[in-house]
């Protein structure tokens, strides 16, 4: 099973509401990621969680806050966001970015959201 | 630093042409690894190929072909006899052993008209 799963697939907010992305992966994968991606862009790496740690924060706002329950799943709550913010968000996860692998990155379908 | 340069922007041909897809790319690790994404217009990056760089050899997948050419630091992707569903944007990505970040291109979005 090379899946990951994410849910929503479509989200509609208004720059006051708070609600939660949710990605999943039945690899046995040890790090996951956010990406967010404008139109016409390539991927912008959020977050990076390695054994359910963050491991790396790209300067995001605080109004996007991970979360890695455990080491299937992944959650992205937002609040408080901007108009700006609307983008595809894409979550992958990679077997383990030690060094021993080749850490090639599985993507899932993305949530595309849009903010009021 | 790591830098993928995708040149073409944008290609269009019509079904059953060939079509390349020119990635260069800049690094100073010694190992390093390659990928190939495409990413259809429902959105998903779909993962394509990983060539380590230290293996040079060209890789084909059914009508997906790959050159890696590390004299001169490119990674070249062609679809044979293209058709409609290989319509989608296609990424090439860099990193480095140990490192979480892929450093994509701009990508090439490729349309295939029937």
């Known amino acids: 099973d090379t899946e990951v799963t994410q849910t929503p697939k479509h989200l509609v907010m208004g720059m006051t509401n708070k609600k939660s992305l949710k990605c999943e992966q039945h690899m046995g994968h040890r790090a996951m990621y956010w990406y967010k991606q404008k139109a016409k862009k390539p991927p912008e790496l959020m977050f990076v969680y390695s054994y359910e740690k963050l491991s790396i924060n790209e300067s995001v706002p605080s109004r996007f806050s991970p979360e890695c329950p455990n080491s299937s799943l992944l959650n992205l709550h937002l609040h408080a966001l901007q108009p700006e913010d609307s983008a595809l968000y894409l979550c992958?996860?990679?077997?383990?970015?030690?060094?021993?692998?080749?850490?090639?990155?599985?993507f899932g379908p993305g949530t595309r959201l849009t903010v009021l | 630093a790591q830098k993928v340069t995708q040149a073409q922007t944008e290609i269009s041909v019509v079904e059953k042409e060939d079509v390349t897809l020119d990635c260069v790319y800049e690094t100073r690790d010694t190992t390093y690894y390659l990928f190939w994404y495409k990413q259809p217009p429902s959105g998903e990056l779909v993962f394509l190929i990983r060539?380590?760089?230290?293996?040079?050899q060209n890789e084909i997948s059914g009508r997906y072909s790959w050159n890696f050419q590390k004299s001169t630091s490119s990674f070249n992707f062609t679809i044979t006899a293209s058709q409609v569903v290989d319509s989608a944007v296609y990424f090439c990505a860099l990193s480095a052993p140990g490192d979480y970040k892929l450093s994509f291109g701009a990508g090439t979005t490729v349309t295939v008209r029937a």
């Open positions: 060539r380590n760089s230290f293996d040079e």
């Open positions: 992958a996860s990679s077997q383990d970015p030690s060094g021993q692998y080749y850490n090639e990155q599985f």
